[in-house]
T-cell receptor, first 112, second 116 residues
Framework: GDSVTQMEGPVTLSEEACLTI???????????LFWYVQYPGEGLQLLLK?????DKGSNKGFEATYRKETTSFHLEKGSVQVSDSAVYFC???????????FGQGTRLTINP | GAVVSQHPSRVICKSGTSVKIECRSL??????MFWYRQFPKKSLMLMAT?????????EQGVEKDKFLINHASLTLSTLTVTSAHPEDSSFYIC????????????FGPGTRLLVL
């Protein structure tokens, strides 16, 4: 079945550092890919998404590119802030399907 | 827009009792709602998909008689944990797809259940 594998956490960085959280997937067909963020004490929020190969999703300085050749959707940000501290989930929904398959989540902590 | 609420946010109950959790889409109609369970430091596991006016579709390994789901209207779905036991303690999260929308799920803030 479909699956998502994320970089193991936790990840701790200093403010203004570069961030990459790796995400790879296994799916049949052409899934849509998502990054969700869960801030402390809150529910999941959609951060960005891409629905077809070579699409780039972006939001709040974060970017991820749908790479079909490497089945990857790595999350990147050039300069992180303390407020980016959260748990990040990579997810996919299969072609024609509504339900989401999540990765295990990566906890990110940014120190001032 | 696209706000999903859950009630209660936290509940503590005795073993053997039943607990109902509500999931509401506040500013949109949701033809489909999803119920997830999140274990500590683990990812979200889909429990069931709930469609308005029809029976829920449960994922493999989820006991439908233990986790009763009702989606009686386009804005409300409920999850009832029947005869709860300590191993049912978890964080339960719902999400909703906007009617006519595509793919994006909007998540509730979650309900923390502790069974003593």
């Amino acid at each position: 079945g479909d699956s998502v594998t994320q970089m193991e956490g936790p990840v701790t960085l200093s403010e203004e550092a570069c961030l990459t959280i790796n995400c790879t997937y296994t799916a049949t067909g052409y899934p849509s890919l998502f990054w969700y963020v869960q801030y402390p004490g809150e529910g999941l929020q959609l951060l960005l998404k891409a629905t077809k190969a070579d699409d780039k999703g972006s939001n709040k300085g974060f970017e991820a590119t749908y790479r079909k050749e490497t089945t990857s959707f790595h999350l990147e940000k050039g300069s992180v802030q303390v407020s980016d501290s959260a748990v990040y989930f990579c997810a996919l929904s299969g072609a024609g399907a509504q339900k989401l398959v999540f990765g295990q989540g990566t906890r990110l902590t940014i120190n001032p | 827009g696209a706000v999903v609420s859950q009630h209660p946010s936290r509940v503590i109950c005795k073993s053997g009792t039943s607990v109902k959790i509500e999931c509401r889409s506040l500013d949109f109609q949701a033809t489909t709602m999803f119920w997830y369970r999140q274990f500590p430091k683990k990812s979200l596991m889909l429990m069931a998909t709930s469609n308005e006016g029809s029976k829920a579709t449960y994922e493999q390994g989820v006991e439908k008689d233990k986790f009763l789901i009702n989606h009686a209207s386009l804005t409300l779905s409920t999850l009832t944990v029947t005869s709860a036991h300590p191993e049912d303690s978890s964080f339960y999260i719902c999400s909703a797809n906007r009617a006519g929308g595509r793919e994006t799920q909007y998540f509730g803030p979650g309900t923390r259940l502790l069974v003593l």
